[in-house]
């Protein structure tokens, strides 16, 4: 194990966007105050962090929701292991998605329409009703038909047809009705 | 050779699987359960593919979820770690059926040594010698004919048992015919299942393997691993080589295990397991049809890499190591599991700080970092920590310094435990059988 890990963030922080060396003191109630309000906001968003600088940078990191098969594009010599999950978004002021998610049951190829020349299945902005079919998952040559667990309306599409997609991975986004 | 290996298993051997594949040449994928989503091997692969849910039987057991991970990743070949799926031939056909390559034996072989009476057989047919024993014992006039053949103390068996359950030591051969009624008894009440057979009991056995190489045709026998220092037939040390034997019966142990790997046409790496009586005869046991957690040892005193010549015999690659290969110098490892030193009992959790040793001799096989949160739902081997030097001596002096220099924070960890066994004037001496633990 390398040395360089065991020290935790603290000290990258403080050296990080803004550069300011101010001593620690405590915080005043404004401070307080402004700090409960965030505090508040990255439990509301369910953020894994935020830090502010008070010189001008924002930090987020939202928590990992899943990722995509087959991009982990992991340096080879990268010594040091994750520090947090998910990826880190610099100055991001990205709304928080509404609606709920329907993910990926099993790991396999999500398809959007039963036949390569058929019509997809559903389209972003329509209503579905509960058990009606979404989209295929194949996995070892079986076409497994995943149906939708509510009543609502398809916000979002979130992934390609004929990508491959994980386990837990999220496929919809859906306003429930 | 494979362009891309999935690795179906996690935690320290995928680790060590991706480091061949690495080394090879060979793309690596990672699969996790959503436990393991930070797991160092999912960091380190290639690609990677999350498969299920925590529990094993939804993630690392789930066949089709592995299947399809290798399907989308294109993956061409499967390697199965230990644990988990390694032994069961039913998904090394599943596998081979699918397309892909499957980085192990041959899956008759493996269900061949994976049923106790099978691979009994066929060692025997080999000229491998087996603990005497009897096929089901059905008469009281049998079981005295068998223990006049076989001699006092023999245990009893049960056909379908495990555990303990069903067995009996007889030392008395006038008890004999009470403890053989009451073993029926038991195992019909534990097994539904009331068939039993007769073996000699062997009092202070030690536990000796011998690492085998094939290509089908021809194999190679690497040395013999002594593995006495165990709980519960969990192995907790492994040595290489064994103190307890001589260079005359090493050669015949060796020469038995060669001939017989060869005889059945096994191919990739195998482990034979004996036991070794007090009088230094050794008798079959089982195989193993899959890398070992304690391959290392082997590979410190004859530096090979295990894993890679694993994968070059499943590409179909012959043999090209030595037939007459010798050990250089003493290797040890002892597992650091993640459990109270005192109760073994189980000690998942977050890693809040952790050093782990180096310097000269010194390997360390794990998956753990600093922060890492151990998941209650896998096995509780943390890191294997392995020492080699010129000879036991010299090995021993560096695991105690290694051990020293191991620093877990947060969850509790077997470590002292380790320190009491190598301290211990015994374990010095070489004076140890597989109840060395219990008598501790």
């Known amino acids: 194990m390398s040395k360089a890990k065991a020290p935790v963030r603290k000290d990258e922080r403080k050296s990080s966007s803004c550069g300011c060396e101010e001593p620690l003191r405590a915080l005043g109630p404004e401070e307080l105050a402004a700090v409960r309000e965030l505090a508040e906001i990255a439990t509301e968003f369910d953020l894994a962090e935020l830090s502010v600088d008070p010189c001008g940078g924002i930090r987020i990191v ?55 020349e058929a019509p997809p299945f559903v389209e972003a902005g329509q209503t579905v009703r509960k058990g009606q079919v979404m989209c295929i998952v194949e996995a070892m040559k079986l076409m497994n038909e995943i149906e939708s667990e509510f009543d609502g309306k398809i916000l979002e599409i979130l992934v390609k047809n004929a990508e491959h997609v994980e386990y837990g991975q999220s496929l919809f986004r859906i306003e429930k009705a | 050779m494979f362009k891309k290996v999935l690795i179906a298993n996690r935690g320290e051997i995928a680790l060590r699987v991706i480091r061949a594949c690495r080394d090879m040449g060979i793309r690596s994928v990672a699969v996790h359960s959503t436990a393991d989503a ?45 644990g988990f799926l390694a032994e069961n031939a039913e998904f090394a056909e599943v596998v081979q059926k699918c397309g892909f390559h499957w980085i192990g034996p041959q899956p008759e072989l493996m269900r061949l040594m994976g049923d106790k009476v099978s691979a009994r057989k066929a ?53 004999l015919f009470t403890q053989l009624a009451s073993a029926r008894a038991e195992a019909q009440a534990g097994f539904n299942n009331p068939a039993v057979y007769l073996e000699r009991y062997i009092g202070r056995p030690r536990h000796i393997e011998v ?10 026998a690497m040395g013999e691993r002594e593995c006495s220092i165990q709980r519960r037939h969990q192995k907790l040390i492994e040595e290489a080589p064994s103190v307890a034997i001589d260079d005359a019966r090493r050669v015949e142990l060796l020469r038995t295990a060669r001939k017989a790997t060869a005889a059945i046409g096994y191919r990739t790496v195998g482990t034979l397991e004996f036991l070794l009586d007090e009088e230094r005869h050794f008798y079959f046991i089982e195989m193993n049809t899959r890398i070992q957690v304690e391959h290392t040892v082997t590979e410190a005193v004859f530096g090979v890499d295990l894993v890679r010549e694993q994968m ?34 189980p000690s998942p959790g977050l890693i809040t700080a952790l050093n782990l040793p180096g310097g000269p001799g010194v390997r360390v096989d794990t998956h753990i970092y600093a922060h890492y949160r151990v998941p209650p739902y896998y096995d509780s081997l943390l890191a294997k920590l392995i020492v080699h030097g010129e000879n036991r001596h010299v090995a021993l002096a560096r695991l105690r310094r290694a051990l020293g220099e191991v620093v877990v924070e947060g969850i509790k960890t077997n470590v002292e435990l380790h320190k009491r066994v190598i301290d211990h004037p015994d374990f010095i001496a070489g004076h140890f059988d597989t109840h060395f633990l219990e008598r501790l």
Do not use: W
């Not at chain 2, 690492?211 to 190679?220: E, K, M, N, P, R």
């Open chain 2, 123 to 175: 060692m025997e047919a080999a000229g491998v010698p087996v603990v005497p024993g009897t096929s089901i014992i059905e008469t009281d006039r049998q079981a005295e004919e068998a223990v006049e053949r076989i001699g006092l103390p023999v245990i009893i068996k049960a056909t379908g048992g495990g555990g303990g359950r069903g067995m009996k030591i007889v030392e008395d051969k006038s008890r």
């Open chain 1, 62 to 116: 939202r928590r990992q929701a899943g990722g995509g098969v087959g991009t982990a594009a992991t340096p080879a010599a990268s010594p040091l292991p994750p520090p947090a999950p998910g990826p880190a978004v610099e100055k991001a002021e990205k709304p928080v998605e509404s609606g709920v998610l329907l993910t990926s049951p099993f790991v396999g190829t999500f398809y959007r329409a039963p036949a390569p």
């Open chain 2, 211 to 220: 690492q085998v190489l094939g290509d089908g045709s021809t194999a190679i």
């Open chain 2, 312 to 345: 070059r015999l499943a590409a179909g690659d012959p043999l090209r190591l030595h037939p007459d290969m010798r050990p250089r110098g003493h290797a040890i490892e002892v597992r650091i599991n993640a459990e109270d030193p005192v109760n073994f009992a």
């Open chain 2, 38 to 82: 930070d797991a160092l091997h999912v960091r380190f692969a290639d690609e990677k593919v999350c498969i299920g849910p925590p529990p094993a039987r939804q993630s690392y057991n789930n066949v089709p979820a592995l299947i399809s991970a290798a399907e989308v990743t294109g993956a061409d070949a499967i390697h199965p770690g230990y």
